[in-house]
């Protein structure tokens, strides 16, 4: 093998800080989520101060992590983990709006077990909500880690910068995109296949609205895409499935894809 080529590949090595792997991330994630839902797995607590610890533990974990993949050279790790830390209240308060949403909305669901256990959407909004909380905190890479996590689980795939209220339900899930700057009010609910995208890829735009806002109590059937920063989909509303749309919605429509369909009948063979 060429040595110069060999040469470059151990000079990457040699400049590349060492970042827990995706694994370490995602486990102290699934093990925050499972603390607050032991629906998912159940550990033995023996007392009020054992969860108390958990949580302490849960907080070193995240500190370690950022001190090992946090680029800034002035950030207060401490005041970070500490402000994650205090949310921790708020992320399962809007989590269990999240669960309400799907057993209300799915009528396949026969109780918050069978959601917390076993729905990716629940799984994949999970990951998201933690996420979107180090997003918030200015945290760099591992809110991406986690969500890409998730995405590799479920098909679903939510950017953590996402903005996304309360009572959200993602039913099925498998191919959903929902971008980065994008903005979902409340009892907002997404079948499989929806895109919530960006008309431009160009990369003069990253720091403007390049997603759709999508307001309260809408309603997206599976496979429509949604594109573009100035597209609102206006409250009350119900998106078809296979539509497309690239111009905002007022609040109250209902807009459906209508194909053409023909069924001919074969002859009869003799």
Sequence with gaps: MDKKFLEHIFLKHQNTEAVPQTKEIADWAIKLIRLLFPEQAKDFFRSVDEIEGEFWNLGNELKFILNATDRCKDCDLEQKTKSFTEAIPELFRI????????????????????????????????????????HQLEINLIPRILTEFAHSRTGIDIHPGAKIDEYFFID???????????????????????????LSVDKDLANTKRHPTV??????????????????????????GN????????????????????????????
């Design 215 to 240: 307001e309260d109590n809408v309603v997206i059937y599976s496979g429509a895409t949604i594109l573009g920063g100035e597209t609102t989909i206006g409250t009350n509303s119900i998106i078809g």
């Design 95 to 134: 989590l269990n709006t999240d669960v309400e949403a799907i057993m209300k909305g799915d009528p396949a669901a026969k109780s918050e077990f069978e959601i917390i256990r076993a729905y990716p959407g629940f799984y994949a909004i999970s990951f998201y909500r933690v996420a979107h909380m180090l």
């Design 243 to 270: 539509v497309w749309l690239t111009k905002s919605v007022p609040a109250n429509s209902t807009v459906y894809h209508r194909p053409e369909i023909k069924v001919v009948e074969n002859e009869a063979t003799h």
């Design 172 to 198: 099925h899930g498998t191919g959903v995109v929902i971008g980065e700057t994008c903005h979902i009010g409340k009892n907002v609910k997404i079948y499989q296949g929806v895109t919530l995208g960006a």
